[in-house]
Nanobody, 123 residues
Framework: QVHLVESGGGSVQAGGSLRLSCAAS????????MAWFRQAPGKDRAGIAY???????NYAASVKGRFTISQDNAKNTLYLQLNSLKPEDTAMYYC?????????????????WGQGTQVTVSS
């Protein structure tokens, strides 16, 4: 059974940093595409960054240059480094994955989801 477990969320002031982690287990093979999404209260879940098993990355315009996605294949862990945080980054952050041979930031592309970790940025 596949499990994705996020950690590392918290409360920070604007301009601060956090590092989110997602521990993956239960996959029979390494997922082709892993990503981070976020959902703020009253808003739709939005993709913010993905990484392929080859290490290709892509970012939403709202986080490009501030957030960095990475993975440690030996530890089966996905990371998201969040720098220069803004109050509008406040949201629940979700780790997600699928094994289809493409990668994008559409929520309906993804099969497996974690429970989320909360990030709160105060001004």
């Amino acid at each position: 059974q596949v499990h994705l477990v996020e950690s590392g969320g918290g409360s920070v002031q604007a301009g601060g940093s956090l590092r989110l982690s997602c521990a993956a287990s239960g996959f029979t093979s390494r997922p082709y595409c892993m990503a981070w999404f976020r959902q703020a209260p009253g808003k739709d879940r939005a993709g913010i960054a993905y990484i392929t098993d080859y290490g290709t990355t892509n970012y939403a315009a709202s986080v490009k240059g501030r957030f960095t996605i990475s993975q440690d294949n030996a530890k089966n862990t996905l990371y998201l480094q969040l720098n220069s945080l803004k109050p509008e980054d406040t949201a629940m952050y979700y780790c997600t994955a699928h094994n289809r041979r493409y990668c994008d930031l559409r929520a309906d592309s993804f099969t497996y989801w974690g429970q989320g970790t909360q990030v709160t940025v105060s001004s």
